[in-house]
């Protein structure tokens, strides 16, 4: 019996009805220090008491903190807690600097091929206490790569937008001669093509997938096998897999795809309003789309969710199939002014660092941006601090 989740069950239900007896519709009842519906960290919607239940499971689970005893670790991970690295504004959202995680490969000093490590890309940044050793990276790697961790506020808007709706906004030849490209990141599963739409190098084709795999490369934990690839079915430590059932898994993955999105500012100033026809006018929104489609609506990101090269011509990072060394997918632009540093690594500590970060198909937009007057930059920075 899994006591942590129906103990939350249990405080979400009598929550439920105290609210109710007191006049209170029960949809409006979070619990004590829970953001509300619509807020950084809050649900995405008015929840019924079911979904409430489930929900702040859901929520228990992200903020746990997994021990010894629960299976933690590889024995390497990264953080004992998926709130652990979400954190800045409101739970679920982006990870400061010193939360950046590693890879590693060798590309024998720049010349080329480049190759993954016998073990794969990713090295764990710790061990627990009860394990030798300490932080070690591979002798044989001459090149490593940041990875910032993105906020996931709204990230469950991204199931609705259809694979064709993202192919749409391909041009892997640019054939409309704008200099940039873009092009969608292509996951096999189950021998099935699917287009990924979550992480950096857009390796992952649903939500459900993202919690799977997070919590087998971030928590070393086992989850049960869903037939898509993407679980930890097992490891060698003396916790019976898998370490997550079924519906603890179901309940993660409910909470963050009910996270709200963030909301604009909505600024009045024209000063901000500038900046929106600027960020047209630089062609910002050839890949920061405003919006996509969904299938419950308009999902107002600022991302095409496509792959671009925006590095510079030195970079020396990962690559993997489908998604080359410098191709990194369009990161969302709402609620950024939440989650600096930015760029896939933290290299900039400002939005003006990253925009001046840019570089291959976003250098026309980067170099419009230098030449603006002072009080244009201004304004467009403005508008992004808005969103």
């Known amino acids: 019996m899994n006591t942590r989740r129906n103990s939350v069950t249990t405080l979400a239900a009598a929550l439920v009805t105290a609210f109710t007896l007191c006049g209170t519709p029960a949809l409006l009842a979070q619990g004590p220090g829970i953001p509300g519906v619509g807020q950084l960290g809050g649900p995405s919607k008015q929840l019924s008491p079911a979904e409430l239940a489930q929900w702040l499971a859901g929520r228990a689970q992200f903020d746990r903190d997994f021990h010894r005893a629960d299976g933690l670790g590889t024995p390497e991970l990264n953080a004992d807690s998926c709130r652990a690295c979400h954190e800045q504004a409101a739970m679920g959202g982006a990870g400061t600097l010193e939360l950046n995680v590693s890879r590693f490969a060798r590309v024998n000093g720049g010349l080329g091929p480049y190759e993954d490590l016998p073990n794969g890309q990713a090295i764990s940044k710790l061990r627990p206490p009860w394990e030798n050793g300490r932080e070690n990276y591979p002798p044989e790697a001459d090149v490593f790569e940041q990875r910032q961790t993105p906020a996931i506020f709204g990230l469950g808007l991204f199931d609705t937008i259809s ?98 999105q963030p909301k604009r500012v909505g600024s009045t100033d024209l000063v901000v309003a500038r900046g929106e026809e600027i960020f047209t006018e630089i062609m910002c929104d050839r890949c920061h789309k405003p919006s996509l489609q969904g299938s419950l609506g308009p999902v107002q990101a600022y991302t095409d969710l496509l792959l671009h090269d925006v590095m510079p011509p030195d970079f020396l990072g990962m690559s993997e199939v489908g998604a080359e060394m410098g191709f990194y997918r369009t990161p969302p632009l709402w609620g950024i002014r939440h989650s600096p540093p930015y760029m896939h690594d933290g290299r900039a500590e400002t939005l003006t660092d990253a925009i001046l970060a840019h570089s291959r198909e976003a250098l026309p937009s980067k170099t419009a941006f230098t030449l603006l007057p002072s009080g244009e930059q201004t304004s467009l920075i403005k508008f992004l601090e808005d969103l």
């Open 163 to 260: 694979d064709a709706t993202i192919l749409a906004n391909e041009d892997p030849n640019d054939l409309n001669g704008d200099g940039i490209k873009g092009i969608a990141r292509i996951v096999t599963v189950n021998g099935q093509p699917e287009v990924g739409k979550f992480g950096w190098k857009a390796q992952i084709p649903k939500l459900a997938d993202f919690v799977n795999d997070a919590m087998a490369g971030e928590n070393g934990i086992t989850t049960p096998d869903n037939g898509r690839g993407f679980a930890l079915l097992g490891d060698a430590d003396l916790v019976a897999d898998p370490e997550l059932t079924t519906q603890q898994v179901s309940d993660l993955a409910f909470f963050i795809s009910n996270l709200a």
